[in-house]
């Protein structure tokens, strides 16, 4: 759903809903909640409405969201630029497979692609190759996939100047 244009959701709210799925998918109730945030997320598609009403850019981040100062996520605003997610969020939990017209798929298991596992040393290897080929290679798929531009934001580890209540 975040391949539409304009995106429903933002990269802050898509890494709260990963923090609940990663912490909390197996309680009582919580597959029904994603299941209604799927729903209305659905809804906010087919209304067209944005995460950001103006977007005019579309950005993925790498790597773990800034923790240290969440806020740096709405610098781009400032310039009509949104982060619709980024391989934390996307891809980072799995290996995926681009097809010629850029649809993801899940990559075909050791097994599927005719490795047979013996020993330690054979599943290391095929793991490995499951990476390079699968796995976090995917950065321009994923930017292809959801329409994003590729962005380098010269962000600091820590805020320039002394915020209060960090």
Not at 57 to 62: I, K, S, V
Not at 74 to 103: E, S
Request: charged residues 20%; positive net charge.
């Amino acid at each position: 759903m975040q391949k539409a244009v304009p995106a429903p959701l933002d990269y802050r709210l898509l890494n709260s809903l990963a923090a609940l799925l990663i912490t909390s998918k197996w309680r009582p109730g919580i597959p029904e909640l994603m299941k209604e945030i799927a729903a209305e997320v659905e809804d906010r598609v087919k209304q067209q409405i944005a995460a950001m009403p103006d977007e005019r850019c579309r950005l993925t981040h790498e790597g773990q969201p800034p923790y240290y100062y969440p806020p740096l996520l709405k610098i781009p605003r400032d310039f009509g630029a949104t982060f619709i997610g980024g391989r934390m969020i996307f891809a980072l939990h799995g290996a995926w497979q681009t097809t010629d017209d850029g649809v993801w798929q899940v990559a075909k298991t050791p097994q599927e692609r005719g490795v047979e596992i013996k020993d330690r040393a054979t599943a290391l290897r095929a793991l490995a190759e499951l990476y390079q080929t699968y796995g976090q290679s995917r950065n321009l798929a994923l930017l292809q996939f959801y329409k994003a531009e590729p962005a380098s934001l010269p962000w600091s580890t820590r805020p320039a100047t002394p915020t209060p209540g960090i």
